[in-house]
């Protein structure tokens, strides 16, 4: 099936100018190399959607389990996984450790031979499995945890989720990244953008539109980046 078929066949309940974003991103170039400054998060999504959009009453859940992503990353990290197929996760920020849990059982139903490693302040406290590590570090100093980069098999998928130190912990991985590699920076509207274009070396990656425009513009809270 095409990828602009769901697109093309109901894009006549659109108005003119949503049909126009529409078409260009269908027909955009998929990895666009921006600094981060230029870029705008415009969405189709308003403020209440986006708000909602992690849960009202209790946030999404994967078993049972608190897992805190909004309805549209929640689709699009099982369709990125599947793409990129990735050797090694690394996760900054586990809070509970359901979302590491999650990506864990994506990547065996998948039959994917990947390893995750996931950091927080405090180790997440759940059960132990053999592909999935827990570990304690502080995005203060990332450099201490993931001190020799040359162990993570690549691909890599790095997400960055503790909103702390963030340019130097993406500048950290951004420079052992290899072609294929994805880093993926969670909750970047607002101040975490500013941030993030403070990055000197942000030139090293591309935005990846294909997953950035998935659900129409912007429709992610994340900023995801890959090296080409
Ligand atoms: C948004 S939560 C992570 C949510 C989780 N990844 C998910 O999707 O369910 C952010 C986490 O970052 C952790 N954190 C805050 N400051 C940190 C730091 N300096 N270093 C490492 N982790 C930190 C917090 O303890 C918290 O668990």
Redesign the pocket.
């Known amino acids: 099936m095409p990828i602009d078929y769901y697109y093309t066949k109901y894009s006549t309940l659109l108005n003119e100018r949503s049909q126009r974003i529409l078409t260009n991103i269908v027909e955009q170039e998929r990895y666009a190399e921006r600094p981060i400054g230029e870029l705008s998060l415009r969405t189709f999504l308003s403020s209440d959607v986006l708000v909602t959009s992690q849960g009202v009453k209790d946030c999404m859940t994967w078993k049972g389990k608190?897992?805190?992503?909004s309805v549209y990353d929640f689709s699009l990290f099982p369709i990125m996984i599947w793409d990129i197929r990735p050797k090694t996760i690394i996760?900054?920020?586990?809070?509970?450790g359901?979302?590491a849990i999650w990506m864990d059982d994506l990547c065996k139903m998948y039959e994917i031979n990947c390893h995750i490693h996931s950091?927080?302040?405090r180790k997440a406290k759940v059960r132990k499995r053999k592909t999935l590590t827990f570990l304690e570090?502080?995005?203060?100093n990332i450099e201490k945890t993931f001190s020799d980069l040359s162990l993570y098999p690549h691909p890599w998928m790095v997400i960055e989720?503790?909103?702390?130190n963030v340019t130097n912990v993406v500048n950290w991985f951004s420079a052992g990244t290899l072609i294929g590699d994805y880093l993926i920076i969670e909750d970047v509207r607002g101040s975490k953008m500013d941030e993030l274009n403070k990055w000197k070396s942000q030139r090293t990656m591309m935005i990846d539109r294909h997953y950035m425009d998935y659900f129409g513009p912007n429709a992610t809270s994340c900023l995801i980046l890959t090296k080409r």
Do not use: F, T
């Not at 996760?91 to 509970?96: D, F, Q, R, T, V």
């Not at 570090?137 to 203060?140: E, K, L, R, T, V």
């Not at 989720?161 to 702390?164: G, R, S």
């Open positions: 608190p897992l805190y992503k996760e900054i920020g586990s809070g509970e359901n979302s950091m927080d302040l570090g502080n995005s203060n989720d503790a909103h702390v």
